[in-house]
């Protein structure tokens, strides 16, 4: 069952772009499932919700209780939760610490960040039948420095090995975070599973967002994201609206009480 659906995944490249968007509770889930390919449960959560300085403050337990959450709201979508920071340095920890996750979020996959020095963990995984998806390019958990990759040529070709090496690792997918336009195609074409792009061009075979950046709610405005909607503004405005209604006694009123 579950090979089937990663199969169809899988078999969308060069036909189909594949969307994809985060989300962290069960409501948005629910509203984002009838639109999306694959739900992420990210790890950055841990600054768009609780604004932690970095992905590497976030635990297994919180992963673990927003994924719950999301498991709530998710009925078609690939359910796909991120490892977090120091949850698999060894083969060992992270085969325990996934199948936790699977157990006891039941998401249909987990994403880890990192090519050659994870190749031996995927492995693992995808042994015991954990679906993984990679994660190359701009890796939060690891990376000092917030910048695109692909502008030196050592880099380029450590990207593109690393995307073959996941590749033969066993993973359904691999997002490509801030990577320049010609790598990204490069890499795109150059393997047969899916590449899931955020900040890295149309060449890639689909797309995903942090929902938070889609609506407007985050403030910052990020080069690679779109905001679709102004959704601060609308809050706002609802809000204003509540509260002039309650200090002019207006709400609730009588229709509304018991
Ligand atoms: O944590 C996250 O939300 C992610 C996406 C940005 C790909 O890893």
New binding site residues.
């Given amino acids: 069952m579950w090979m089937s659906k990663f199969k169809k995944l899988i078999a969308k490249k060069n036909k189909t772009k594949i969307v994809s968007l985060?989300a962290y509770s069960k409501n948005i889930a629910s509203i984002l499932d009838n639109h999306c390919d694959i739900i992420?449960v990210?790890?950055?959560l841990g600054s768009v919700l609780y604004n932690y300085k970095s992905?590497r403050e976030v635990t297994l337990s919180t992963i673990i209780e927003h994924s719950k959450s999301v498991r709530m709201g998710v009925k078609k979508s690939l359910m796909i939760v991120?490892m977090p920071h120091n949850t698999y340095r060894t083969s060992k920890e992270a085969l325990k610490n996934a199948k936790q996750i699977m157990k006891k979020t039941k998401c249909d996959g987990v994403?880890l960040e990192g090519g050659k020095k994870i190749y031996e963990t995927i492995k693992t995984l995808v042994k015991n039948k954990i679906p993984v998806m990679g994660?190359l390019g701009l890796l939060p958990q690891s990376d000092k420095t917030f910048k695109f990759k692909g502008k030196k040529k050592v880099e380029r070709d450590r990207i593109l090995r690393d995307s073959q090496l996941l590749e033969k690792a066993g993973v359904f997918s691999i997002?490509l975070?801030c990577v320049e336009t010609s790598l990204a195609k490069l890499v795109t074409q150059n393997i047969k599973v899916p590449t899931v792009g955020?900040g890295a061009s149309k060449y890639c075979d689909g797309q995903?967002l942090?929902f938070d950046d889609l609506i407007g709610l985050n403030p910052i405005n990020y080069k690679f994201v779109k905001k679709y909607l102004n959704i601060r503004k609308e809050i706002s405005k609802a809000v204003s609206n509540y509260s002039k209604e309650v200090r002019k006694v207006k709400f609730p009123n009588k229709k509304s009480s018991f």
């Fill in positions: 985060t992420l990210g790890d950055s992905t991120d994403k994660h997002v975070e955020i995903i942090v």
